[in-house]
């Protein structure tokens, strides 16, 4: 299983981005993670493979929407309102189980994509 993701920049507060995690292989549930400088990695939001079940971390309830177009096999997260406290690396993963806010329960990584908020 392969993860690509990208779509990650520097922006000013109260920008947007759209971060895309292009999956390979069959059906996952797929994970956004998030990791800023001397912290550890928390998660963000993660999505069922169908697309019917969602998730969010509070910090980010109401500003980022994740969505999936599995004709394309990617997996979108929509930031809107960034703050600067959401400067990190994110990460997608995909989980072979049921869709969740845990790290543990997934089973392939990406490499990461930066995304940089200013003040």
């Known amino acids: 299983v392969q993860l690509q993701a990208c779509g990650g920049g520097l922006v000013q507060a109260g920008g947007s981005l759209r971060l895309s995690c292009a999956v390979s292989g069959r059906r996952y549930a797929i994970g956004w993670f998030r990791q800023a400088p001397g912290k550890e990695r928390e998660f963000v939001a993660a999505i069922s493979w169908g697309g019917g079940s969602t998730y969010y971390a509070n910090s980010v309830k109401g500003r980022f929407t994740i969505f999936r177009d599995n004709a394309k096999n990617t997996v979108y997260l929509r930031m809107n309102s960034l703050k600067p406290e959401d400067t990190a690396v994110y990460y997608c993963?995909?989980?072979?189980?049921?869709?969740?806010?845990?790290?543990?329960?997934?089973?392939?990584w990406g490499q990461g994509t930066l995304v940089t908020v200013s003040s």
């Open positions: 993963a995909a989980s072979e189980a049921v869709v969740s806010e845990r790290e543990s329960r997934y089973d392939y």
